[in-house]
C-alpha cells in the first residue's frame, strides 16, 4: 500500500516571497504520478501541479514548481512570488500509472499568505 | 455542465436516518470517483466508476454506504443508518478517462448528530 506524509501542517509566509512545502511518500511502484492540490474554504480540489515518476525533469507550471527526488521519496512543492489567494490547504497526492485515478492524499498543510 | 456539481451542499441527519448524496459530473466523462474527507484530513477513496460499471469499491467502510451510476452519468452515494463517524465531506470527482485530469466537486458536508 501506498502512503503519503505531510510533515508541516501549517506553514505561514508573507506575500511576495517563497514558501516550500514537504512530502514524502512510500511505494514500491516504479511507475507513478504524484500531485499537488490547492483546497481552498469552499472545497472544491483544484490541480496545481503534477510529475511523472519516469520524468526526471521536475514539473512546473508558473509560480508554482516541484523537487521531485524519486531515490529519496521526496516531492515537495515550491510556490515562488506568494500571493494571498495562494492561502489554501495543500494535499500531496500518489497514483500508481497502471490504475485508474485513485490518489492517495497526504494529511495536508494549511499555508496562510499574510500582508 | 460546466463542472461537477454536488448536492446538498450541506446535510444534516440524525443518527440513525439514510442520507443521498448527488454528483452531477462533466457531461462525456467517463470515470467518477467518490472521496471522504474527514475535518483535518486528507480525501480517502471509497469507490470509481467507469460509466455505469462499478470498478472499484474497495475504500467503501462498511455495507451501509452504496454508490450507483445507472445511466453512465448521475450518481448517488447512499449512506444507510448513518452513525456519527459518518460525519465528513463526501467529494465527487470525474475525468474523460481515469488517468487525466481529475475535476473535483465542491463537496457534500454530511453532520450527523
Known amino acids: 500500500a501506498q502512503t503519503v506524509t505531510q510533515s508541516q501542517p501549517e506553514m505561514s509566509v508573507q506575500e511576495a516571497e517563497t514558501v516550500t512545502l514537504s512530502c514524502t511518500y512510500d511505494t514500491s511502484e516504479s511507475n507513478y504520478y504524484l500531485f499537488w492540490y490547492k483546497q481552498p474554504p469552499s472545497r472544491q480540489m483544484i490541480l496545481v501541479i503534477r510529475q511523472e515518476a519516469y520524468k526526471q525533469q521536475n514539473a512546473t507550471e508558473n509560480r508554482f514548481s516541484v523537487n521531485f527526488q524519486k531515490a529519496a521519496k521526496s516531492f515537495s512543492l515550491k510556490i515562488s512570488d506568494s500571493q494571498l489567494g495562494d492561502t489554501a490547504m495543500y494535499f500531496c497526492?500518489?497514483?500508481?500509472?497502471?490504475?485508474?485515478?485513485?490518489?492517495?492524499f497526504g494529511t495536508g498543510t494549511r499555508l496562510q499568505v499574510t500582508l | 455542465g460546466a463542472g461537477v456539481s454536488q448536492s446538498p451542499r450541506y446535510k444534516v441527519a440524525k443518527r440513525g436516518q439514510d442520507v443521498a448524496l448527488r454528483c452531477d459530473p462533466i457531461s462525456g466523462h467517463v470515470s467518477l470517483f467518490w472521496y471522504q474527507q474527514a475535518l483535518g484530513q486528507g480525501p480517502e477513496f471509497l469507490t470509481y466508476f467507469q460509466n455505469e460499471a462499478q470498478l472499484d469499491k474497495s475504500g467503501l467502510p462498511s455495507d451501509r454506504f452504496f454508490a450507483e451510476r445507472p445511466e453512465g452519468s448521475v450518481s448517488t452515494l447512499k449512506i444507510q443508518r448513518t452513525q456519527q463517524e459518518d460525519s465528513a465531506v463526501y467529494l465527487c470527482a470525474s475525468s474523460l478517462q481515469g488517468r487525466e485530469k481529475l475535476f473535483f466537486g465542491s463537496g457534500t458536508q454530511l453532520s450527523v448528530l
Open positions: 497526492a500518489f497514483m500508481k500509472m497502471r490504475a485508474a485515478s485513485k490518489l492517495t
